[in-house]
Structure formats: C-alpha cells, structure tokens
C-alpha cells in the first residue's frame, strides 16, 4: 500500500508559475502510473494530467492545462511533479496526487487506488 504526500502549494498571482511535488511512500512510483487531478469549490474532482507505467512512458493532459502543465517523474526519488505555468484563476483548486496499476485510460478517476491529502492552489492577483 503507498501513501502519496502533496506539496508545493500556495498563492500564486496570474501568469505565475508553481511547482507540486507528490512524495510516495510503502511502494515505489516506478510500479505505478502517476496522476494529477483537482477540485475547485462546488465542482467535481477532474483529471488534470498523467504519465504512464508503460515503456513509452507517455503523458496525457486535460485540454484546459495542455501547453501550460507538465507532469514528470523521478524514480530514483519516488516523486512526481507537476510543473504549472501561466496560471490563471481558473486553475485554482486543491491538487491531488493519484496512483494507478492501469497504463491506459488515466483520465479516469476510477482507475487510480491510492490518493494524497490535496494541496490547495491559488491563483490570485
């Protein structure tokens, strides 16, 4: 069982970049597809971005962030990362980490098993 840790978070103002870092524990990163997902108030969790288990190690991003974030992975520290730039309000919203056993279909909820604790984002001026 892994446990994901977020970090990172903060208030930021519009155009503005910021970096979340998820930090696993009790079961290596490298074993899992990784992802990123958000709820802003009043909404529903959506998907934000995910980097597969597969060889290709391929990517995938909600159109809102695409261009803007950029999910990666260091193996060797058990932590991934999500690069945010050019924020806008929008995107504010607390942040989850998100572990799958699935390479496909990440934009799922349902797919991952394990979740960290949010951190909150805020892009304000």
């Known amino acids: 069982q892994v446990q994901l840790v977020e970090s990172g978070g903060g208030l930021v103002q519009p155009g503005g970049s910021l970096r979340l870092s998820c930090a696993a524990s009790?079961?290596?990163?490298?074993?899992?597809?990784m992802g990123w997902f958000r709820q802003a108030p009043g909404k529903e969790r959506e998907f934000v971005a995910a980097t597969a288990i597969n060889l290709s190690g391929s990517t995938d991003y909600a159109d809102s962030v695409k261009g803007r974030f950029t999910i990666s992975r260091d193996n060797a520290k058990n932590t991934v990362y999500l690069q945010m730039n050019s924020l806008k309000p929008e995107d504010t919203a607390v942040y989850y980490c998100?572990?799958?056993?699935?390479?496909?279909?990440?934009?799922?909820?349902?797919?991952?098993?394990?979740w960290g604790q949010g951190t909150q984002v805020t892009v304000s001026s």
């Open positions: 998100a572990a799958s056993p699935y390479g496909s279909r990440l934009n799922i909820e349902g797919r991952f098993n394990y």
């Open positions: 009790g079961g290596s990163i490298s074993s899992y597809s």
